[in-house]
């Protein structure tokens, strides 16, 4: 055993390893290194993004505006009540790839969603069958 690990390099019984809440001691000396100087260098980096610093005004912005994880897909789409209904949504979808409302990566998330709604509404289907079956037979 070497650090309280055995030999497959796990934590032996009774070592947990670190406790929950303490941190790194790098991290703790850069941000010690670091207090107090926050405004400074901020200001620094707003400087040299104006003056043209391309790395710097990439950071600035990406503070300001963050580059957007996912957005919202807003194009009309029926309502599926039934999984029969899904064949005209996917046809939605499509006319909305092809007039450009949306993208084709857009359409290929929306027809997934579809696809996993149906499968939901058959299976919802086929409980209700069976229940119904169960009940008549009883």
């Known amino acids: 055993m070497k650090n309280g690990r055995n030999t497959d390099g796990k934590f032996s019984d ?3 390893g670190r ?3 303490s941190r790194n001691k790098a991290t703790i000396a850069i941000e010690s290194l670091l207090q107090g100087q926050a405004e400074a ?11 043209g610093d391309s790395i710097a005004l990439r950071l600035c ?4 505006a963050p580059p957007m994880k996912d957005k919202p897909v807003v194009f009309p789409l029926p309502q599926m009540l039934d999984a029969m209904d899904a064949s005209e949504a996917a046809g939605s979808v499509l006319s909305a790839v092809s007039d450009g409302t ?7 998330r929306v027809m997934g969603l579809i696809d996993s709604y149906r499968r939901t509404l058959e ?6 069958r ?3 079956l ?4 009883a």
Do not use: F, H, W, Y
């Open 19 to 21: 406790p929950k809440g």
């Open 14 to 16: 009774g070592n947990l």
């Open 123 to 128: 299976l919802t289907e086929i409980e209700q």
């Open 134 to 137: 169960e009940n008549s037979n």
């Open 41 to 51: 260098l901020t200001q620094t980096a707003i400087a040299k993004a104006l003056d």
């Open 102 to 108: 949306i993208t084709p990566i857009e359409g290929t």
């Open 61 to 64: 912005m990406d503070r300001i």
């Open 130 to 132: 069976l229940q119904v």
